[in-house]
T-cell receptor
Framework: SQQGEEDPQALSIQEGENATMNCSYK?????LQWYRQNSGRGLVHLIL?????REKHSGRLRVTLDTSKKSSSLLITASRAADTASYFC?????????FGKGTRLSVIA | EPEVTQTPSHQVTQMGQEVILRCVPI?????FYWYRQILGQKVEFLVS????????KSEIFDDQFSVERPDGSNFTLKIRSTKLEDSAMYFC?????????????????FGSGTQLSVL
């Protein structure tokens, strides 16, 4: 399985701090994607990084990809209370997107 | 902004009954998916659909499950004889607007889900 596995499972930080979440996967990929899920809602696509890219930015989000280690990280800078949610990575190869269990981020105001 | 809509938001059914979960994907998307999530657990792939046929399915998607795109807008998931372990949140998703070289499994748009409770 090329399932993404996020680490840590839960993260609690103060507003204004940076949050870093990590993801590992098992097989070769075409791209890796990060999604966000607010409690009881559907997933929202945040960012996609292709296998030939090493880093990508989108607003306060920064994603890195290390294909040699089969790992990715998502950094949220200057966190806000509204960033409180679960964050999932999903790796995509020649098979459907497979999600991990996610990191539950709590940003305390 | 266009969105994926799912109905109903909650469905309670008795074990052994048939349920149909309905979805209206984003209108110009080409790829359609069903995922499910048991409370607090990972999001699990069920099936993907492209060009009016199933393109991929997981081991969960056994012969009790079926999908249909009966017209140009709806995409349904049917469970013929529900089991207790089918209780989960079911998410529909779509992706791949035409004309942009869109590939499957990139930038999925998810609906808000149907919470299925099998009693």
């Amino acid at each position: 399985s090329q399932q993404g596995e996020e680490d840590p499972q839960a993260l609690s930080i103060q507003e204004g701090e940076n949050a870093t979440m990590n993801c590992s996967y098992k097989t070769s990929i075409n791209n890796l994607q990060w999604y966000r899920q607010n409690s009881g809602r559907g997933l929202v696509h945040l960012i996609l990084i292709r296998s030939n890219e090493r880093e990508k930015h989108s607003g306060r989000l920064r994603v890195t990809l290390d294909t040699s280690k089969k790992s990715s990280s998502l950094l949220i800078t200057a966190s806000r209370a509204a960033d409180t949610a679960s964050y999932f990575c999903a790796s995509a190869g020649n098979t459907p997107l497979v999600f991990g269990k996610g990191t539950r981020l709590s940003v305390i105001a | 902004e266009p969105e994926v809509t799912q109905t109903p938001s909650h469905q309670v059914t008795q074990m052994g009954q048939e349920v149909i979960l309905r979805c209206v994907p984003i209108s110009n998307h080409l790829y359609f998916y069903w995922y499910r999530q048991i409370l607090g657990q990972k999001v699990e792939f069920l099936v993907s659909f492209y060009n009016n046929e199933i393109s991929e399915k997981s081991e969960i998607f056994d012969d009790q499950f079926s999908v249909e795109r009966p017209d140009g807008s709806n995409f349904t998931l049917k469970i013929r004889s529900t089991k207790l372990e089918d209780s989960a949140m079911y998410f529909c998703a779509s992706s791949g607007p035409p004309g942009q070289g869109a590939l499957a499994n990139e930038k999925l748009f998810f609906g808000s889900g149907t919470q299925l409770s099998v009693l």
